[in-house]
Structures are given as structure tokens and as C-alpha cells.
């Protein structure tokens, strides 16, 4: 009976991988065999990551990011991004402005001036690619050029370099107004004046204890 019960265990959990697919894990943006190097796609960096597989062409959202854990980061939130829809480019970052093509350009600061403690970019392409990250380094802005390239990814055809769809923007440690807001609205007046008349009130508890 408990050998038939682990067979069934085994059996959905065959199903569960094959249905949703491996975990996915992280790799350097640095290898070998062959030798290769993207970290230095984008200035100013100071980790870049590559999800794995290499191919699975995974788009990326905000469970998946968190999930996978990227830079051993797990509560990271999403800004907005740069994209180059049906080849018309929008930005919706509240933190860059982004300047340039798919294949490379700028990303300049363009948030409040106490920025985020860690800030990530994450670039997608498509077939025979997948996510490559990279964290930032303050103060935030630089260049970056497509990290589609082959190596490390294989290419089809002849390709050597792949374009850019898009660059999402996440972000982690809130500012220093507590909220985690990276627009850097602070609180209205009338709320600072209730915290005023809280603290005091807890003042003159405390001397009548």
C-alpha cells in the first residue's frame, strides 16, 4: 500500500514538472567553453544574470522574477519599461528615461533624489534567448547594448546578434519615506499631522506612568 502511494506521489509529480517545467535557476553572464562575456553589456553594473535554459524564451513578470530570485533578491517590484512595440518605443519607468534602439542606447536616473537601494534591469528578446539581468550601480545611469548575442545563446541561422524587445525596471528598499514608493510621493500634510499628535499623545502616557 505505502510502495502504491509513492508511486502515485512520483507519478503527479512527473506530471506537475513536465506540465510547468523545470524550476528556474540563474547563471553568470560570464563563461566558457565557449568563452564568452555580457556583463560589460550595460555600464555601470555591478552583477549581471542570465536565466536558465538559455533558450526557453520565458517572458518575464514579477512572480517569475521573485521566484528565481535574482541576485538572491526575493521582494523586488516592479517600476515599469522600455519597449519597442510593433518598432514604436515607449518608456513607462518612473526611474529612467531610456534613449536610443534595440540594439543599444542610454538609461538616465530620472527619479526622486533619494533613489532606490538596488535597482535591476532585465532585457528580453525572443526565440533561442531568455532573460539577462543586470544590478545596478549608484549613482544609476550609463549605456547598454544588446546582451543577444551568440555566445552565449545560439543563435539561428548565421545571426550573430539578436534586438531588443524590451527592458523592464525593478527595484528594491524603498525611499526613506517608508513607502517604497519610487515616484517619491510623500505623505500629505494632514497625515504628518496625525502622526505629530499620535507621538505626542504617546509623550504624555509615558510621563504619567
Same mark, same amino acid.
Given at each position: 500500500?505505502?510502495?502504491?502511494?509513492?508511486?502515485?506521489?512520483?507519478a503527479a509529480?512527473?506530471i506537475?514538472?513536465?506540465t510547468?517545467?523545470?524550476?528556474a535557476?540563474?547563471?553568470?553572464?560570464?563563461?566558457?567553453s565557449?568563452?564568452?562575456?555580457?556583463?560589460?553589456?550595460?555600464?555601470?553594473?555591478?552583477?549581471?544574470?542570465?536565466?536558465l535554459?538559455?533558450?526557453?524564451?520565458?517572458?518575464d513578470?514579477?512572480?517569475?522574477?521573485?521566484s528565481?530570485?535574482f541576485?538572491g533578491?526575493?521582494?523586488?517590484?516592479?517600476?515599469?519599461?522600455w519597449?519597442?512595440?510593433?518598432?514604436?518605443?515607449?518608456?513607462?519607468?518612473?526611474?529612467?528615461?531610456f534613449?536610443g @534602439?534595440?540594439?543599444s542606447?542610454?538609461?538616465?536616473?530620472? %527619479?526622486p533624489?533619494?533613489? #532606490? =537601494?538596488?535597482v535591476? &534591469? /532585465?532585457?528580453?528578446?525572443?526565440?533561442?534567448?531568455?532573460l539577462?539581468?543586470?544590478?545596478?550601480?549608484?549613482p544609476?545611469?550609463?549605456?547598454?547594448?544588446t546582451?543577444?548575442?551568440?555566445?552565449?545563446?545560439?543563435?539561428?541561422g548565421r545571426?550573430?546578434v539578436?534586438?531588443?524587445?524590451?527592458?523592464?525596471?525593478?527595484?528594491?528598499? @524603498?525611499l526613506?519615506?517608508g513607502s517604497?514608493?519610487?515616484? %517619491?510621493?510623500?505623505?500629505? #500634510? =494632514?497625515?504628518?499631522? &496625525? /502622526?505629530?499628535?499620535?507621538?505626542?499623545?504617546l509623550?504624555?502616557?509615558?510621563?504619567?506612568a
Amino acid at each position: 500500500m505505502f510502495h502504491k502511494k509513492i508511486v502515485k506521489v512520483t507519478a503527479a509529480c512527473a506530471i506537475l514538472f513536465a506540465t510547468h517545467g523545470a524550476f528556474a535557476a540563474v547563471q553568470s553572464c560570464a563563461g566558457s567553453s565557449p568563452t564568452y562575456d555580457i556583463s560589460g553589456k550595460v555600464s555601470n553594473t555591478r552583477g549581471c544574470e542570465m536565466l536558465l535554459p538559455l533558450n526557453a524564451n520565458q517572458n518575464d513578470n514579477l512572480s517569475l522574477i521573485n521566484s528565481t530570485a535574482f541576485f538572491g533578491i526575493k521582494d523586488w517590484k516592479l517600476d515599469g519599461k522600455w519597449d519597442n512595440l510593433d518598432k514604436v518605443a515607449t518608456d513607462t519607468s518612473s526611474l529612467f528615461n531610456f534613449t536610443g @534602439g534595440v540594439t543599444s542606447g542610454t538609461y538616465t536616473y530620472a %527619479g526622486p533624489a533619494i533613489a #532606490p =537601494g538596488d535597482v535591476m &534591469l /532585465v532585457f528580453k528578446d525572443g526565440e533561442d534567448t531568455n532573460l539577462v539581468a543586470y544590478l545596478l550601480k549608484l549613482p544609476y545611469g550609463g549605456t547598454y547594448s544588446t546582451p543577444f548575442t551568440d555566445p552565449p545563446f545560439s543563435l539561428p541561422g548565421r545571426s550573430q546578434v539578436h534586438d531588443i524587445s524590451h527592458i523592464t525596471v525593478y527595484y528594491r528598499n @524603498g525611499l526613506d519615506d517608508g513607502s517604497g514608493d519610487p515616484t %517619491g510621493n510623500v505623505p500629505e #500634510p =494632514g497625515s504628518l499631522a &496625525l /502622526v505629530g499628535l499620535g507621538l505626542l499623545g504617546l509623550g504624555k502616557l509615558r510621563r504619567k506612568a
